[in-house]
Structures are given as C-alpha cells and as structure tokens.
C-alpha cells in the first residue's frame, strides 16, 4: 500500500519561498514517476510538477521558472522548492505517482496534505 506523508507548509508573505517534503512508502520509490498536487480551496485538485525516475521534469505553466521539484531516491522523499510564492499559490499540497502521459495520480490513497497559506 502506497503512503505518503507531507510536510513543510506553512503561512508566507507573497514572494516569500517555502520547501514541501513528502515522505514516500509501499512502493518501489526509485522505480516511479513523482509529482506534487494541489487543491485550493474550492478548486479541483490539479498537477503541479512531477519528476520522472530518471529526474526530467514537468510543471504547470501557472509554477513554471518559480517551482523546483527534486527527488532523493536513497531517502525515498520527493521535494518542492517554491519560490516567489503568490496568493493563488495557497492550497493544500500532495504528492502521489503520477502517469507519465497524463500527470494523473496512479494511486488512490492520498497523504493528510500540507497547507500553504500565502498572504498578499
């Protein structure tokens, strides 16, 4: 059973910078693609960036030149870097296995989440 634990969010001034952890169990880590979502409020959850296990990336147009998604295949943790955060930028974060054509999770079972809270 995949588990991921989330953690590093937290309140921030926009423009400030903020770097998510997701602890990652159940699985062969260094065998999937990695990706962080997210869902504010009254929003679908959406794709922001994910990494593949060779360590190319994709992001969302929206995160794109501010965000940084890196992987630490010995520790089994996936990161994201945020930088120049802004107020559309608050959300609850996840992380979860995405399909590598569609960004989609492959996994149902999501973590707790973390918050990011940025204020204008």
């Known amino acids: 059973q995949a588990q991921f634990v989330e953690s590093g969010g937290g309140l921030v001034q926009s423009g400030g910078s903020l770097k998510l952890s997701c602890a990652v169990s159940g699985i062969s880590f260094d065998a999937y693609s990695m990706g962080w979502y997210r869902q504010g409020p009254r929003k679908r959850r959406e794709s922001v960036a994910r990494i593949s296990s060779a360590g190319d990336t994709h992001y969302a147009d929206s995160v794109k030149g501010r965000f940084t998604i890196s992987r630490d295949n010995a520790e089994n943790t996936v990161y994201l870097q945020m930088n120049s955060l802004r107020p559309e930028d608050t959300a609850v974060y996840y992380c979860?296995?995405?399909?590598?054509?569609?960004?989609?999770?492959?996994?149902?079972?999501w973590g707790q989440g973390t918050q990011v809270t940025v204020s204008s």
């Open positions: 979860n296995a995405p399909y590598s054509s569609s960004g989609s999770a492959i996994f149902g079972s």
